[in-house]
């Protein structure tokens, strides 16, 4: 059975983080599940956050990629208008820029339902899906 | 086993998060460290500017909110208290420290200050190499203000065997704020790369606080943290090999899971197989991490390799400076009037022939994902009616800004219908740019305060 192509925010599957050096971003993607790291690996690929920095003039991106951990780590240079010192930005940090990431358009590949990927953790720390466990 | 607290994470961190982390400490009854690590890339800057205009200035402003309330425990408990807090003066916040435990009755407290980050007069930093990640940044025209590189663990680590209950540093490595008391403990081998990695990893994983135990997390449905007014910071249980779990006091808000220990793991890291620190060349590759009770996660699997041959050092200049100013349009065709007001703005600066570089964001549309062309606002489709906050920011000398500045205050009478609650601010900044110094100039040590030599 096929259906159509179904795409959500990278932000559905993956979570991250963005940490500044100079003029240097680094953004990591984390998986939320397992089933979802192949998705990242095919899909969130340098030239896609390439794209999505492009208006900032960005002049490399390298991906890293850390199977045990199911995760991605991106570096990209010169993504910050000059730095925490120099940008004329509101965030000069670039913090915020993690969700620029988080909003990247992936497509599901058929096996996995959009309600799959809709993640509500009330408890995290107690869902072993999520990384944590139930000790309780 | 060896207990490692958090303290704070950055200058301007939570000033009561220390407390539970020493008391969970204290209750275990063997003793430990907690470490502050307060310094960012401009804060050497800042302090030494404050320095030069007060030699007892200079150093973390928050020191005498960290410090009262745990002091007393610390020294009683033999938990050692490491922090970077020194920034500029390191031996002024000693003194501050010592006129602390003075005023609480605690007599003979061995404060040891570590010194030989500071390379002003030291280094002709022009002949060293710079940094590749700031590469393209313009050279600097200001006067250097402060030149600082990260000093590694080992003084750290001799301050503690000699007897110091607290260590203040200026500039190190902030994973060495930890390495330093684990080397102390166990005695490990600095030729023993593993272990430094190790507790490289421990130090990197605890220097920024509760971002590794629920801070900076919290994602509403997506990710959500227990009591995020209460988040107790992190502490490592670090066993001799160099293994530890991450976990943080009872009864305190934030979480320790698998995800937040993975945010923070690659949390400013470039190359996983390479983060590079004064101590070791860390691998993370083979980082894994396992969640073995409720907010304990266990973390293995650190490499270490040589450490590099050059030092990071950061230069810090006078730079240009920074006006910004704000004002709000809302209602019925918001939109509308807050985009001409960047156009007259705009245009105003062109008709003065004002030289600075600008950038305008309508808060509300975005702001903060765009560049300081207006590349993705050009593209904004949104709502003509709505609550608008048109932000500007202006860069150059101060006599130019100051006028770009007061140029959006006269859009008070001269500009769009209803414009109301304009912000302004005009300060200098301080640029940074990092270089790589050779080891065989800096020259680390530490040295008790207060003591007879």
Redo the contacts between chains.
């Keep these: 059975m096929t259906r159509n192509r179904i795409t959500v925010p990278l ?1 559905a599957i993956a ?3 963005a ?6 971003l ?1 953004v ?1 993607v ?1 998986a ?1 599940r397992p089933e979802f790291w192949p998705i990242l690996l095919e899909q969130v690929t340098e030239a896609s956050i390439a794209a999505l920095f492009a ?3 960005v ?1 490399r991106v ?1 991906r ?1 990629e ?1 199977p ?2 199911q ?1 991605l ?1 991106f ?1 990209i ?2 993504a910050l ?6 940008s ?4 000069t940090h670039g913090k ?2 993690s969700f ?1 990431v988080l909003d990247l358009p992936v497509e599901l590949p058929p096996h996995i339902m959009p309600s799959d990927t809709a ?8 869902d072993p899906v ?4 139930d ?2 | 086993m060896y207990r490692i607290g958090s303290g704070a994470g950055f200058s301007g961190d939570r000033v009561d998060a220390a407390q539970p982390v020493v008391e969970a400490i204290a209750a275990a009854g063997e003793g430990g460290a907690i470490i502050f690590e307060t310094i960012g890339e401009r804060t050497l800057a800042l302090g030494q500017i404050a320095k030069r205009r007060n030699p007892k200035a200079g150093y973390e402003p928050l020191l005498e909110q960290f410090l009262p309330p745990i002091l007393k425990a610390c020294v009683e408990n033999r938990i050692v208290i490491v922090g970077n807090f020194g920034c500029a003066n390191p031996r002024a916040a000693a003194d501050a420290i010592l006129a602390i435990a003075e005023g609480q009755g605690l007599p003979g407290v061995r404060v040891a200050v570590v010194e030989g980050d500071d390379l002003v007069g030291r280094v002709d930093i022009d002949a060293t190499e710079r940094w590749e990640g700031d590469r393209h940044l313009p050279a600097p025209s200001g006067d250097v203000i402060a030149v600082n590189a990260y000093i590694g663990a080992r003084p750290i680590a001799e301050a503690i065997c000699a007897g110091a209950q607290v260590v203040v540093t200026g500039r190190v490595a902030d994973p060495a704020l930890a390495l330093g008391p684990l080397v102390a403990h166990f005695g490990w081998d600095w030729n023993d790369l593993d272990l430094m990695a190790a507790g490289t990893l421990a130090g990197h994983l605890l220097e920024c606080g509760s971002q590794v135990s629920g801070g900076f997390f919290a994602d509403p449905g997506y990710k959500d943290v227990p009591d995020p007014a209460n988040i107790g910071f992190p502490i490592a249980e670090v066993e001799a090999d160099g293994t530890f779990v991450l976990t943080k006091a009872d009864g305190t808000g934030g979480c320790i899971d698998t995800r937040t220990v993975k945010e923070q793991l690659l949390y400013e890291i470039h190359d996983p197989a390479a983060y590079l620190t004064p101590d070791v060349t860390l691998d993370l590759t083979e980082v894994e991490v396992v969640a073995v009770g409720r907010d304990r996660v266990r973390v293995t699997g650190a490499r270490g390799h040589a450490a590099p041959a050059t030092l990071k050092a950061t230069v810090g200049y006078y730079g240009d400076w920074l006006g910004e100013a704000e004002i709000s349009y809302a209602g019925p065709n918001a939109f509308q009037r807050a985009r001409l007001a960047v156009t007259i703005i705009r245009d105003r600066i062109a008709k003065r022939a004002l030289d600075v570089t600008s950038r305008a964001d309508v808060i509300g549309t975005t702001s903060v994902f765009d560049d300081d062309g207006g590349t993705l606002f050009a593209e904004f489709r949104g709502k003509n009616d709505g609550d608008y906050r048109v932000r500007f920011a202006f860069g150059g000398e101060v006599a130019a800004v100051e006028a770009a500045v007061q140029e959006v205050n006269a859009l008070y009478c001269c500009g769009p219908a209803g414009g109301g609650g304009v912000r302004q601010n005009v300060r200098p900044r301080v640029r940074t740019v990092s270089h790589l110094v050779p080891r065989s100039l800096v020259s680390v040590s530490h040295s008790f305060i207060g003591e007879a030599p």
């Design positions: 932000h979570h991250g983080r940490g500044d050096k100079g003029n240097r680094n990591n984390i939320y208006h900032r003039g002049t390298v890293y850390l045990k951990l995760a780590n570096v240079d010169d208008e000059g730095g925490v010192n120099s004329l930005s509101l965030d915020t820029l620029l993640i509500r953790s009330d408890t995290p720390n107690l999520m990384g944590g466990v000790n309780e």
